[in-house]
């Protein structure tokens, strides 16, 4: 993975928001980011449970088993309201992070030449 | 969305039956996945082999995956352990809280049965800690030797005489410094009104003796010593007072006894070796003299070298000289002290006193406190049974109890911070000055740590048996009906009994102490001082040499000094003398020797007191034959003495003394006549052993320092006024000291008496309450305990006279067996402080009998109410609460 460390931090805010929809599974975590995020970001199945555990142990999330549609056992995670605080405040500094580096790469003028004493 | 968690309850539990497998836990939830997604590919066409591997792939590194999740896992099972523990500490606190909270009346009791003992303690605590445990501010302290002569025949601890002082030095090889000091006063002027100050006159190596540097410039030299040179190292007291601090203060001048001498050096603050000085000066070279004792001699112990060792050192240095010269040397002896013994000895049995005491309050607090957390047991009951039936464990149980117990050390520990304070405050305003260092005391970090660790311990120990006791309950004690006690059961239970003979025990003790030093104070009181102290006023002037250095210079200041004096208005009578009763400023010591008419050897030793005419009148001394010191005993006229009626006795046994002729030396022999025997006079304290003495003529013996004695019916302040500007009249530069009406001087003779009795009361009230409220309790609770076997009793037909009667007649052997313990615990232990009583038996027979009797009537009151209250039960009333 070339760009790991990003990722990570990035991981924890994608799982937040993800759950913000409302208590999941892992799997519909995987098959909601696939769906909404396509292509853009490959993520490997099994980097999301670490992830989820350490999220379950900063108390942003909560667990417990439940019943699938399908009448299946499957592991549910649900947003905590600390994890919708954390959400909130990650979200607006991804906001101001991206608009910043969207005004850097945006750029029309060049450096100010430094003004000469002549 | 079925299934998912609705809030933190749920949560919990699930985690309670299933979290302890976390790994189980992760494997089923990767296993779910993985099926998940191969279904998702099946239904795009592949075959379920194809599937299953390509969902694992998609997995990653699956081991990995493992491993992270467990780890994650494992610190947040930590993390939930952690907040389960401390939960569990502020859910027992808060219980703890509560129940004491729904207490009030029982929390109150307890929190101050427990907060006086450690109070007391600990402020106690607080002053021995700063008097005795802090190191003394002389980095040499550990070698610092005091050394004494002592003196023939007994005599006690003497001060030096000057020409053995240098053959010490010469010869001990212990010492790698030797001082010696001078310690008077002297007069300064040009700083303001002319003022007595501490001044002592020491040797050079002082400052290296005791390690201390001067905080400015130097300690004079050994050559500023030989040469008697005009120069003065100041106190920083006077540093401070006279020249406000002033860093340029060497080789300003100060004039001391009307000579300048050049400042050279100022010490810190608490710079004091073997007394306090406002001013050091250069004591002058060492005289011959071996018979004149006035010098204090401290000295550095050479590294290595021990106490033990210099002392039989000084013992063979001490023989060789009586051997040497027997006239003087022969009979005295040596005694080498450690600074810290000296500094701070006389101090130790003082405080050990206090601290015992409050110890004593402190032990029958916490055996009280003991007691009410027994008696509360039966409140408790059904609330533990209870929850043991509900699975707490005994071990659960108890660690509630005991932190209960914390809280309630915790508001004690509190409570007795401020009680240590106000008693520290107390002490301080009322001590009469007699203990060293009481200026470092304070309620510090030492004293607090104290206080809290005292409470926590005593709140422990106390709770502890209640706490075993209660956790002994089984669940099923519930159902076998707790609360009805079976009758007599626990109201005689001997752990409560054992605590409250104990506890009156300790207070007889205490009180058996006090009433001991109220009888010393009595008999004091009692004392016939044998010289008049009411109307009566003093003071104390000081002459320089330098200004009256002539017989005659000094006769007509104090001639001139006695009617400038009488002319006041209001003052009757005046006289003066080198030393009056109870004087505290270091007067001419006991040094005259009266021989036999024909000059055979000395037979007696005895304080010579210089007197003016007038002396007897204005002090109210009887005469009890012949006549007093009058105007007739000029420096022409024969020398005339006036013997104490006890010295006359003794010196002339059978014989009439009046008219005799003795021998007198001051300087040199000089024949006199005995003109008149006066009453014995207490003039060192109503309590001390007294030297018979006489009295000469202060017109016949030149003495420069003089105490005046004034009879007025006038307020202390009106005359002093009055005092102040007579003298200035005289001699402007001449400062008046020592002013006080010779009331005041008794009663400061008598303060230490009277705040060592006023504390132990104190602490023997307390004791004794704090025994009969113990009784009181104990009584109430097994009257309540036992209401309806009373009560069956009254409805049977009982006599109500006749419970009472049984309860107070308990409460009654409670208090005999208490009262017995105290007194044969009295007898052992009263001897420790007979030193400090004064015409008191430590085993005086009288007050042992009126402590025990008072005692037993406060037990008998005490027991009474519980009793009174039994009596009253109404039988139905009981019954039907059954």
Same mark, same amino acid.
């Given at each position: ?118 | ?13 699930? %985690? ?42 998609? +997995? ?91 003196g023939p025949e007994d005599a006690g601890?003497w ?132 018979g ?10 050479? /590294? ?23 006239d003087?040397?022969a009979g ?11 500094? %701070? ?182 004392v016939d001082p044998g010289f ?45 003398s080198?030393g009056?009763p ?6 001419f010591q006991a040094s005259g020797i009266v021989a036999g008419p024909d000059g055979e050897p000395p037979s007696m030793s005895a304080p010579f007191r210089i007197v003016?005419?007038?002396y007897f009148?204005?002090l109210?001394i009887s005469i009890l034959e012949g006549r007093p010191i009058d105007?007739?005993d000029?420096?022409?006229?024969p020398m005339a003495v006036v013997v104490e009626r006890r010295l006359a006795e003794s010196f002339f046994p059978g014989g009439d003394a009046l008219g005799e002729r003795v021998r007198i030396s001051y300087?040199d022999l000089i024949d006199a006549r005995v003109v008149g025997i006066a009453a014995d006079v207490r003039q060192y304290g109503l309590g001390s052993a007294e030297t018979p003495g006489l009295y000469v003529a202060?017109?016949q013996v ?54 060592? +009795?006023?504390? %132990?009361?104190?602490? /023997? ?46 409460? /009654? ?26 015409e ?31 009596? %009253? ?10």
């Open positions: 993975m070339a760009d790991r460390r990003f990722l990570m931090g990035t991981l924890d805010v994608l799982l937040l928001k993800t759950l913000s929809w409302g208590p999941m599974h892992g799997f519909a975590i995987a098959l909601w980011l696939e769906q909404t995020a396509g292509q853009a970001l490959q993520i490997e199945d099994g980097s999301l449970y670490p992830a989820l555990h350490r999220l379950e142990r900063k108390g942003w999330v909560t667990s417990s088993w439940g019943t699938t549609e399908n009448n299946r056992r499957a592991k549910y995670y649900e947003l905590t309201p600390a994890g919708e605080r954390r959400l909130a405040q990650e979200t607006s500094e991804w906001a101001r992070f991206a608009e910043a580096v969207g005004t850097v790469l945006g750029a029309t003028r060049g450096p100010v030449p430094a003004a000469a004493g002549s | 969305m079925n299934g998912a968690g609705e809030g933190e309850p749920r949560w919990r539990r699930y %985690l309670r039956f299933h979290g302890r497998d976390a790994a189980a836990d992760t494997e089923a939830e990767l296993a779910f996945h993985i099926a998940e997604r191969a279904r998702l590919y099946e239904a795009r066409g592949m075959t379920p082999e194809e599937a299953h591997r390509t969902a694992v792939d998609r +997995m990653g590194d699956l081991d990995l995956v493992r491993r992270e999740c467990a780890r994650e896992d494992r610190s947040a099972e930590a993390r939930r352990q952690r907040r389960e523990r401390a939960s569990t500490l502020t859910q027992d606190l808060r219980i703890g809280w509560r129940s004491l909270a729904r207490r009030p009346g029982f929390a109150t009791i307890a929190v101050l049965t427990l907060a006086l003992g450690v109070g007391a303690t600990a402020g106690i605590f607080g002053i021995v800690d700063a008097v005795l445990l802090r190191p003394l501010p002389y980095p040499t302290e550990d070698r610092v030797a005091v050394v004494w002569e002592l601890r001060t030096a005489a000057p020409g053995k002082i240098a053959d010490w030095r010469r010869q001990a090889g212990s010492f790698a410094a030797l001082a010696h000091l001078w310690p008077s006063s002297v007069t300064l002027t040009g700083t303001g009104e002319p003022e007595r100050i501490p001044g002592v006159y020491a040797s050079s190596e002082l400052a290296t003796v005791f390690g201390v540097s001067p905080l400015l410039g130097r300690w004079f030299s050994a050559e500023e010593v030989e040469g008697e040179s005009r120069v003065a190292v100041l106190g920083h007291d006077l540093w401070v007072r006279a020249f406000a601090g002033d860093g340029e203060v060497l080789g300003r001048g100060i004039v001391v006894d009307g000579t300048r001498h050049d400042i050279v050096g100022v010490m810190p603050a608490d710079f004091a070796p073997l007394g306090d000085a406002d001013v050091w000066l250069p004591v002058g070279p060492l005289a011959d003299a071996r004149a004792h006035y010098l204090r001699v401290a000295g550095l112990l050479e /590294a290595g070298v021990t106490f033990e060792a210099a002392q039989g050192e000084m013992e063979l240095i001490v023989e060789r000289g009586a051997a040497a010269y027997p003087t040397d005295y002896g040596i005694e080498i002290v450690p600074l810290r013994e000296e500094e %701070l000895g006389d101090a130790r049995p003082v405080l050990r006193l206090w601290l015992g005491a409050v110890v004593f309050v402190l032990l029958i607090g916490a055996a009280n406190l003991a007691n009410l957390l027994l008696a509360r047991i039966s409140t408790r009951m059904p609330e533990i049974a209870l929850r043991r039936s509900l699975g707490a464990s005994r071990l659960r149980v108890v660690r509630q109890l005991l932190t209960e117990n914390l809280v309630l050390a915790a508001v004690a520990g509190v409570v007795a911070i401020g009680l240590a304070l106000a008693l520290q405050r107390v002490i301080l305003s009322l001590q009469p000055g007699t203990l060293p260092r009481l200026d470092d005391v304070a309620v510090d970090g030492r004293v607090v740590l104290v206080a809290m660790g005292l409470a926590v311990a005593g709140a422990l120990v106390a709770g502890l048996l209640p706490a075993l006791r209660l956790s002994r309950l089984s669940g099923s004690a519930l159902v076998d009906g707790i609360g009805r006690r079976t009758a007599g059961g626990i109201g005689r239970d001997r752990l409560m009994t054992g605590l409250i003979v104990g506890e009156i025990g300790i207070a007889v003790v205490l009180t058996v102490g006090a009433a001991l030093f109220i009888q010393t104070l009595r008999e004091l009181n009692a008049a102290t009411e109307g009566r006023v003093a003071f104390r002037v000081s002459l320089p040499q330098s200004r009256y250095g002539t017989d005659e210079q000094v006769w007509s200041f104090y001639r001139d000094l006695r009617e400038e004096l009488q002319s006041i208005p209001g003052v009757d009578a005046v006289a003066a080198n009056i109870l004087e505290a400023v270091p007067w003016t005419p007038g009148d204005a109210g105007e007739s000029r420096a022409e006229a300087g202060s017109n030149r003495w420069s320092s003089h105490t005046f004695v004034l009879r007025t019916s006038q307020p202390l302040d009106v005359v002093a006024s009055a005092i102040r500007e007579r003298v200035d009249r005289l001699d402007a530069d001449l400062p008046v000291y020592g002013l006080a009406t010779i009331e005041d001087r008794l009663a400061t003779s008598l303060g230490e008496q009277r705040f060592r +009795m006023t504390l %132990l009361s104190t602490f /023997a009230g307390l004791a004794l309450l704090l025994g009969v409220v113990g009784v009181y309790g104990v009584l109430s609770y097994a009257v309540t305990q036992r209401s309806r076997e009373i009560g069956i009793r009254l409805a049977l037909g009982a006599n109500p006279g006749r419970v009472v009667g049984s309860i107070v007649r308990w409460g /009654a052997l409670l208090g005999a067996a208490g009262i017995a313990i105290g007194l044969a615990a009295s007898y052992g232990m009263t001897t420790l402080v007979e030193d400090l009583l004064f008191v038996g430590a085993r005086d027979p009288v007050i042992f009998i009126v402590v025990g009797v008072s005692t037993a009537l406060a037990v008998v009151a005490a027991s009474w109410l519980p009793a009174r209250r039994a009596a %009253l039960v109404d039988p139905t009333e009981t019954l039907r609460r059954e």
